[in-house]
C-alpha cells in the first residue's frame, strides 16, 4: 500500500501583485519501505515538494495522503506532531545544535513527543541510535569534534530516534567527501533495506540517484514524464 | 516538553554563551541588587524616623476623666473621678492593640532642696511602666522605681533635667532626699533630657514617684492646693491615709465634722481613683484599633449601657501621627519608583539580549520545529530562559544587596532593617520581568516559518 500519495498539488507563492506558480500539479505515490530519489535542477520545486512531503508546508490545492490520512490541510501543530512522530530530517548542513553533546543532539527530538519518556529510557533510545550509526563511542563529543561524516551520522541517528515511518534526505552528501558520501549512502540503503524505513533522497547529483530504487525527476513544478514509473505515478 | 527537560535545555542554551548571559544578568542583579539594599536602608531609616517620632509621644493615648455636669453647667475634662489603677491593668491585659500602659496621678506643689525651692511642671505619680510609654526608659543617671516600689508607696523620686538644674545645679542628685509637701523623697534616678514638646511645654520639668506615694503621702496631705474637686474626692478616702501618721503642719480650712453630722451627710464611698491613664499603642496603625478597644473595655468595665455617654475621654496625638505615616508612605513610594525605574532598564536589557539571540538560532528554531516542536513549545522554551536569566540573576542580586546592606550597616552604622517583603518582592518582579520582557522574544521565535528558518544564514 502507498505511505505518501500526492493527487495534483498545486503550490504558488503570492508575491504581491504577482502569483509565481511553482508546483503545477503533481502526483505520485510511494509504497513503503521504497528508497526514491527526488531529482531536479535548482529553480525546478524540487525544494517546495520536498517541504510539501515533509510536511513542513502546505499545499495550494491538491491532496497529500500520509499513510491512509488526509493530511494537507493539518493545523501547525497537528502538522508539528505528524513531523515528530513519523518524519526524520537530515540535512546538507547537518544541523546540529553546537556545544551540545551527540546524545543530547540525538535526543532532542524526544523532549517534543508527548509520550512519557523518562529521562533514563530516553538516554537510553538515543544512545541506541548512536550505536546504530557507529558512533556509540562518540556520545559525549560536541559537534565541532566530529568529522563531517561523523555530524552526518549523529543527524541520521536524530532522524530515527522517534522511528519514523519516512525519512526525507535533502542533499544529504552535499558536504560530504565522496567516499564519506557513499558511506552515508550505503547506511541508508542499509536502514531501507533492515528496518523497512521509506527513505526520499532529494539530490541533484545523478550518482547519489542511482543509490535508489526509483528516480523521480521534476523540472518547471511538474513531474519530468520520462522517469515517471507509468504504473505508480500520474493522475489518479 | 517536561519541566526539567525544559530547563535543562535553557541552561544548556545559555551555558553555550555564559559570557553574554552574565552581561545580561548584570542589569537584573544590579537591578535587584539596589532594591533591597535601597529596601533595608530606607526601612531602617524609616523605622528610625517612627522612633524618633514615637519617642515625641506619637503612639500615645491619654485616658481622661468624663466631665461633671451640674444643672447644665459642665466642669470641663477630668472633674468627676471615674478611672481607677484596675482599669489600667486591664487595659494593658485586653486590649491587644496597647502595648504599656501607666496610671498617672498628678500634683502640682513646691519641691524643696537645702535652700533651693522649684515648682516643677509636672509631678507624677505613676508606675515604671510610664517610661516605657513615654519611651524615656534610658536614665540619664541612677535607675528608675520598680513595681515594688508602688506597691509599698517608697518615697523614691525620678526627676527631669530641668528639675535637676533648679534644685542642684551642677551637683550629682542621686541619693539626695527633696522634700515634696513635707514627706522626703530619695532621688534614685535623673531622666535623660528631652526637650520642649509640640507644644512649647518642656517636658524636662518633671518629677516622677511612685502613684500610690503621691496619692496617698504627697496630695492626701497637700489638697488644698490641688483643684476643689479632687480635694472633695481625696477628703473622703483620707481616712487610713499614712499621711495620717505624719501629720502636715498645715491648718485644715474646714471644721472637722463630728460622727452625728457625718451620719446625716453619707459620702459616697468612693474608690482610688487616678487623674489619667496613659497608654501606647503598639504601633501607629495599631491607634484607632487601641482607641476601639479600650472604649469598649472601659464602658463595659464602667457599666454604661446604652445611649449613656462616656465617662472618660481618649485623646491621641493625630497631627504627630499623620505626619509620620505620611513620611513613611513618602519614603516607601519613592524608594519603589527608584526600583521600577532600576528593574525596567533591566528587563529592556533581557529583551535586548533574548532578540538577539532569537536572531541568532533561527537555524536552530527550524531545526527544532522541523523534528516536532509547536510553537508553544518554543515560546515556552525562550520564556524559560528569560525567566532563569532573570530569576538567577534575581538571587545574586538579593545576595549582593543583603551583603551590601550589612556593609552599610556595619561600615557606616547605618540603621538598616532587613525585609523579607522586599525579597519576595524582587523575586516576583524579577520573574515578572523576565515574562513580561521575554515574551515579545519568544513570542517572535515561535511564529517563525520553519522553511524560512531552516534556510537563515
Same mark, same amino acid.
Given at each position: 500500500m502507498?505511505?505518501?500519495?500526492? $493527487? ?8 504581491? +501583485?504577482?502569483? &509565481?506558480?511553482?508546483l503545477?500539479?503533481?502526483?505520485l +505515490? ?10 531536479? &535542477? ?6 517546495t ?6 510536511c ?29 512522530? $513519523? ?11 553546537? =556545544? ?30 548512536? +550505536? ?5 563511542? =562518540?556520545?559525549?563529543h560536541?559537534?565541532?569534534q ?10 541520521? /541517528?536524530?532522524?530515527?530516534?522517534? $522511528? ?9 552528501t ?12 550505503q547506511?541508508?540503503q ?18 547519489? /540517484?542511482?543509490?535508489?530504487?526509483r ?12 522517469? &515517471? ?8 | ?18 559570557? %553574554? ?19 533595608e ?16 509621644? #506619637? ?5 481622661m ?48 532642696y ?28 541612677g ?7 508602688? %506597691? ?12 535637676? %538644674? ?12 527633696v522634700?515634696?509637701?513635707n ?44 483643684n ?29 465634722p463630728t ?20 497608654? #501606647? ?8 484599633? #487601641? ?28 497631627e ?6 505620611s ?31 532569537v536572531?541568532? %538560532? ?43 546592606? @550589612? ?17 519576595i ?14 515574551? @515579545?522574544? #519568544? ?15
Open positions: 502507498a505511505l505518501i500519495a500526492l $493527487r495534483n498539488i498545486h503550490k504558488t507563492y503570492y508575491l504581491g +501583485e504577482v502569483d &509565481v506558480a511553482v503545477k500539479g503533481i502526483s +505515490e510511494i509504497d513503503s519501505g521504497e528508497l526514491v530519489a527526488l531529482m531536479g &535542477v535548482s529553480g525546478s520545486g524540487k525544494s515538494l520536498m517541504n510539501i512531503l515533509g513542513l508546508d502546505h499545499p495550494t490545492a491538491g491532496e497529500y495522503w500520509f499513510d491512509g490520512s488526509e493530511i494537507s490541510r493539518l493545523s501547525s501543530k497537528h502538522r508539528a506532531r505528524l513531523r515528530n512522530r $513519523r518524519i526524520g530530517f537530515v540535512f546538507q548542513t547537518f544541523n546540529l545544535l553546537p =556545544r551540545t553533546s551527540a546524545l543530547e543532539n540525538v535526543l532532542m527530538p524526544l523532549n517534543y513527543t508527548k509520550e512519557n519518556l523518562t529521562e533514563q529510557e530516553m538516554r537510553r533510545r538515543a544512545a541506541q541510535f548512536l +550505536e546504530r550509526v557507529g558512533l556509540a563511542d =562518540r556520545s559525549e560536541q559537534p565541532s566530529l568529522s563531517g561524516g561523523q555530524q552526518q551520522r549523529v543527524a541520521i /541517528a536524530r532522524a530515527l530516534v522517534n $522511528r519514523p515511518q519516512l525519512v526525507l534526505a535533502d542533499e544529504p552535499g558536504n560530504l567527501d565522496s567516499r564519506t558520501s557513499e558511506e552515508i549512502l547506511m541508508f542499509q536502514l531501507n533495506r533492515a528496518d523497512g524505513i521509506t527513505i526520499i533522497l532529494v539530490t541533484h547529483d545523478p550518482g547519489v /540517484a542511482h543509490h535508489a530504487h528516480i523521480i525527476r521534476i523540472k518547471d513544478g511538474l513531474l519530468d514524464g520520462g522517469s &515517471v514509473d507509468p504504473t505508480r505515478g500520474g493522475a489518479a | 516538553m517536561k519541566t526539567y527537560r525544559m530547563l535543562k535545555t535553557a541552561l544548556t542554551a545559555l551555558r553555550r554563551n555564559i559570557l %553574554r548571559a552574565a552581561l545580561t544578568m548584570l542589569g537584573i542583579v544590579i537591578g535587584v541588587a539596589a532594591v533591597i539594599a535601597m529596601m536602608i530606607g526601612n531602617g531609616s524609616s523605622l528610625a524616623i517612627q522612633r524618633t517620632i514615637a519617642s515625641m509621644g #506619637a503612639n500615645n493615648l491619654l485616658v476623666p468624663g466631665t461633671a455636669a451640674t444643672g447644665g453647667v459642665t466642669y470641663g475634662a477630668g472633674s468627676v473621678m471615674t478611672l481607677t489603677p484596675e482599669d489600667a491593668d486591664a487595659i494593658l491585659k485586653e486590649a491587644p492593640a496597647v502595648g504599656s500602659v501607666a496610671v498617672v496621678v498628678r500634683a502640682r506643689t513646691q519641691v524643696v537645702g535652700n533651693r525651692n522649684w515648682v516643677p511642671m509636672y509631678i507624677y505619680g505613676t508606675t515604671p511602666a510610664f517610661l516605657s510609654v513615654r519611651d524615656w526608659t534610658d536614665l540619664a543617671e535607675q528608675a522605681f520598680t513595681d515594688r516600689d508602688v %506597691r509599698s508607696a517608697s518615697t523614691v523620686c525620678l526627676l527631669g533635667r530641668t528639675v535637676v %538644674r533648679e534644685l542642684f545645679g551642677a551637683q550629682s542628685p542621686i541619693g539626695k532626699e522634700r515634696i509637701q514627706v522626703n523623697v530619695k532621688v534614685i534616678g535623673v531622666l535623660q533630657q528631652k526637650g520642649a514638646n509640640m507644644m512649647g511645654m518642656d517636658q524636662d520639668d518633671i518629677l516622677l514617684t511612685p502613684w500610690t506615694t503621691i496619692k496617698f503621702r504627697v496630695v492626701g496631705s497637700s489638697v488644698t492646693a490641688v476643689q474637686s479632687s480635694a472633695a474626692a481625696a477628703t473622703s478616702t483620707q481616712t487610713d491615709l499614712p499621711s495620717q501618721l505624719y501629720p502636715s503642719t498645715q491648718q485644715s480650712l474646714y471644721p472637722v460622727s452625728t453630722q457625718q451620719a446625716d451627710t453619707p459620702q459616697p464611698v468612693r474608690f482610688i481613683n487616678v487623674d489619667q491613664i496613659l497608654a #501606647a499603642a503598639r504601633s501607629a496603625p495599631e491607634i484607632p484599633p #487601641a482607641i476601639t478597644q479600650i472604649t469598649r473595655l472601659l464602658r463595659e468595665r464602667h457599666r454604661l449601657r446604652g445611649d449613656t455617654p462616656d465617662d472618660f475621654q481618649i485623646r491621641d496625638m493625630t504627630i501621627t499623620k505626619t509620620m505615616t513620611t513613611t508612605a513618602l519614603m516607601t513610594k519613592l524608594l519603589l519608583c527608584v526600583a521600577m525605574i532600576s528593574l525596567v532598564v533591566g528587563g529592556v536589557g533581557i529583551m535586548n539580549i533574548m532578540l538577539v539571540s536572531t541568532e %538560532r533561527t537555524r536552530e528554531i527550524g531545526l527544532r520545529m522541523a523534528v516536532g516542536a509547536e510553537p508553544g513549545d518554543i515560546l515556552r522554551q525562550f520564556l524559560t530562559e528569560a525567566v532563569t536569566l532573570c530569576l538567577v540573576g534575581g538571587t545574586v542580586g538579593i545576595l549582593l544587596g543583603r551583603g551590601s546592606s @550589612y556593609l552599610v550597616s556595619t561600615m557606616l552604622h547605618w540603621p538598616t532593617a532587613a525585609s523579607l517583603g522586599a525579597i518582592a524582587a523575586v516576583v518582579v524579577s520573574a515578572s520581568v523576565g515574562i513580561v520582557f521575554g515574551f @515579545y522574544p #519568544a513570542w517572535k521565535a515561535s511564529r517563525l516559518d520553519p522553511i524560512e528558518a531552516l534556510r537563515y544564514e
